[in-house]
């Protein structure tokens, strides 16, 4: 058998700096362009989807040791020889403010003028040493290191840490010791036409640190000198004459590596060559470009025993991960490949070519989410020491977020894995069923590196998931003709079809052009996507015009659906087709598009266009065309929508009132258009009318008053609207929504067809179907009155003459927001306006349009207020009193009065006096600080005279509460808090109405409260020898004893538990005090509780000590009490008062002073008695 020689690689080409590489490079910029003239074997990749011409057969002898398991061997090979990533070459310009000046030295001719000079350069070819050929002159000239120096010291330490670095990292993909790079000798070019070629051997010698070459070629003005570098079938092409005298450029190339030079065709050009050097010490890690032969060879024999497999153990298939990530795009291909990625493709085409095998490119995503928690984050009760509440941990609440770094995965991810796309090797989409695993892959796992994107997707506060993201790009490889290859279809075309056609110039469509064009086409019908349309109509047309060929454009045509929505081509696109090919040639599929495409929006405007066309080119067929096109499409309208109305008024008042009457009506009333179309359609007819008369004016005026008329008589007193829902199976379908628009729509119609006076209808309408019905119960019918406030009101502004006809509608306003109704007409309950801040403050705009405060004084009484709460009528009184304080009215004392006296009534004196939060107030506090609330809310409305009916709803204990309880508990605290604000507005208690009532406060007290005094059951001499007065508990429990308090708890380890029972002992059970061990909790808690006979006469005394405080913060009881002054001094001093009880009746026989009648009407001047 015959010593197999490899096929040639494909040659992957890098070429940069070609005379037409067109704008600059800027500054840092690697250049890359590609040279027409160089072959590459990529750029003509078959396309596997393509027809084929009938190939060859090669007859290849069965292998003598064929490989055994394919996908194994294939993976070594790729590890043995293509492995490596760097470039053979590499090349890069810099400006001359991106490199510095070497300020070249050369001995024997001093500093050499950069960039170049000619004489400079004569002199250094004087100074310097010819190269020769036997092929004649060479017009070179080298000059050794020796002679040459850089007086600036910027040079050298540039090319080392910059120009070298970045050539060394393009070379160099791993990580060995990055090079050195040792000045070898000064090269300079004159004007010949030699072609130089040289190729360095690569040194077995581990002495030899040299790798590579780097050339410097320094600024200096020349053209020639295309230089091309070679290695394994990669071609580099290169030339750096464009800007040459205004450029650094550097060459970098490894040993190895054929240099062609061709020769300078003018000026001169001078460079410096470099050796890169690799450190001896790290000998064993020098790069150098492999050896391909042998891996070559590998691959040859595993694909050739692939094919000739007859065991059916071959895989059907094999996806190879490549080395490097490539973005998805349009422009995907097999040139895309860089590094070890190219190395492999290259070598891995031609023997996949010549064992007929499929190359496919894919990108795949692997989508990996993990759960995870913070374990170190506790919630929920009791999480911290045992005594439940918050706890903390790192320095953060429970309740504070917590760091992403503070999760843990929890367990092994959940793996999703997907082949987002897969191209052909000119990067054509195609379609292809594969049973992949990301564990099918070889040359490396998936998720080798980091990846792509991560996010932690919280769910709880500790709990959440993580997603990791991995996209990578693959390899396919299988044998044509195969299971798997006949499954091949088109994929997604449309970017790489329509990108292909837009970048081609033939005015021929080449084979290729035209099967791209049949599988575009193909694929528009078999993969539709509605949105690349237009795109793809635009490019088949401008290949159609570039090839002219109308056939090709008539096609698309029908197969984008352009027939059926002319918007696909746009209404230039019509005008381009018909320059280019003529109007007999479109005329037929111009009359379907009008006769299929529904929108008459589209087809009016394609008319327009091509009357306009018609008009410009002169072509009265055309125009002719159009006139009988308009004429049928207005008597056959199709679906109308609101964005056909301007053009739809334009060309029915063009014909006149009895047309448009006549004709378009019928067919708009035939469609059951909604109040969406009629109303703009209307306005839009009535503006049209008034700056363009059409004839027949009065017959035009009779439409828009017939059709307002009917608009308003078929709109709901309060409208709904259905809303869709896009979750109509889960969640119940449509739902019904409040349609308050569709009101001002309506009135705004009439305002602007001149028919207000139909407003008062709708108004009515509004007005009676509140009092009787019907209406949505879920919507009453003060929030559409709440909405359209504000609205009608600006309107109102804008528009002259409203504020009259619009008064009846505010006046209702005010009565349905008021209304406490929790009832509709039809029984069904509703909710009334909550007279919310905002509410509030529509009441008062709504009042003042309506007519200002005598509005309020009709629809504010005391039946339509009596449902709502106490902070409700607070808020509306203060809003009302900041609107209209300022005329200080009969009208406006009188809505004051009621609004106070109302909220007054309301006051739930139940909860009010259990103190924490109420809805009386609003707010939390003790009963003393929201009863003050009230008392300071009169003050505040300026209704001071209403306090004596507000302090008479204090007086009465709540049912189940006693007299007693209720003077001490809630109205003797309340006293003082009383006095104090008092004395802030210049009053004291010996005024009524607060006389009378701290009058029955303290009465009430004396006689409810202080009881006869009761018998000491355990002295204090015997309740101070409680405990063993050593530990803190023990006093604890003795001051407890000897205080009035009636219990005490204990939360304490067993071990002080028991301490304590057993100081009580036997004393516990004799005096009657009860002991009760509570298990709820850490630690258990101890209760201990006195028998009421114990905290009888501590009570008592508490008592007594309160009712002195009582008559001291009258002030002067006597004057307060009056003749029951002197009963209720002894009750609480268990003594007569000090002054004559002759004084005593002087004092209460003086007059008390009386508050004024209120305005709401007098009250009955009674003194307040606790019963």
Known sequence: MATFAPPPPAEVIDIADSDDEGPTASSGTTMRQENPKAANIIDEFDSDLEDEEEEKHVEHKPLISPSVDIKEEFENALQDGFEFDGAFAYSKRYEMSAAPNPCLNIDGLGAVGIPLSERDARAIIAASTPVTSPSGDTGSWEMPSDKVRFDNPAWDVWLQKTAGSEASTALISSNAVRPSFALKKLVIHEKSSFTSRRKDPISDDESDTKIGDLIAILPGLFDGANLQLRHAGQVKSLNFAHQSGLSTSIVAAYSGVEHTLAGVSSGYRLSLHYDIVQPIAHAMYRPMLPEMQGATHKLHNILLSWKQDASGQAPPYIACLLQHKYIQNSNFKGKSLTGADALLLSHLYPLARDLKFRIYLAHVELNVSTSCSAPGYHGGYGGFGGYGGYGRRRGGWLDDEVDEDEFEEDDEGEEEFYVTSVVDLRGMPVSVDLDLEADDLVNGAIKDGDADSSELDRMERTSAMRIEIYKRTVLFLWPKDGEIDRKVNVGDIYDYACNALRTSLSVEPTKREKQLVDKLMRCCQTRRQDAKLPLVMQVLRESADRWNDVQVLLRALKVCGVDKNTDLMGLEGFVSAYQAFGWDALKEFYTDAMKNDESNARRHALLARLTKMGMEEQDAEVLAWCNEQAESRLRSLGKVDATQIPWLVQLGLSRGGEFLRDVIFPQLQAQKLEKTFWIPFLQQLQTSMQGAPTTSPQVVRGLIVQCVTETVRNLAAFPTKTIKSPYASHH????????????????????????????????????????????????????????????????????????????????????????????????????????????????????????????????????????????????LTRCIKNAFSAQGSAAYNRVLATLVCTMIDRVDTAALFKGGYSYATYSYGSPSEQMLSLVKFCFEVGAQNQCQRLLLRFVPPPTGVTVAKHVSDVLAPFLPVLKQYLATQNLDLRTDPYRMFAAAVVKGFAEHVMTAKPTEMVSAAQLATVGCGMCAECRELRAFFLSARESIAFSRVQAIRTHLERQLGGVARTWGVQLATLRHGSPHTLQITKPPSMTALGQWNANTQTGKSLLQTLGDPATVLGADYPVVYARIHHTSPPVPLASASQTMNVAPKHAAPTAAGPLVAKKPRVI
């Open 732 to 875: 119940g379908g449509d739902r019904e929504e409040k349609d308050s628009g569709a009101i001002v729509e309506v009135i705004k119609l009439c305002v602007e067809t001149k028919n207000e006076g139909l407003c008062t209808s709708i108004f009515a309408k509004m007005r009676e179907a509140t009092q009787k019905g019907p209406f949505n119960a879920t919507f009453p019918p003060w929030i559409y009155y709440s909405e359209l406030c504000s609205s009608l009101n600006t309107y109102m502004q804008t528009v002259p003459g409203l504020s009259v006809p619009f008064q009846p509608f505010f006046s209702d306003a005010v009565a349905a927001m008021v209304s406490s109704a929790r009832k509709a007409p039809d029984g069904k309950p509703i909710t009334p306006c909550p007279l919310s801040d905002t509410h509030h403050a529509t009441v008062v705009l709504a009042a003042k349009a309506a007519g200002g405060i005598a509005v309020l004084q009709q629809r504010l009484t005391a039946a339509t207020l009596q449902g709502h709460d106490t902070r409700t009528l607070q808020g």
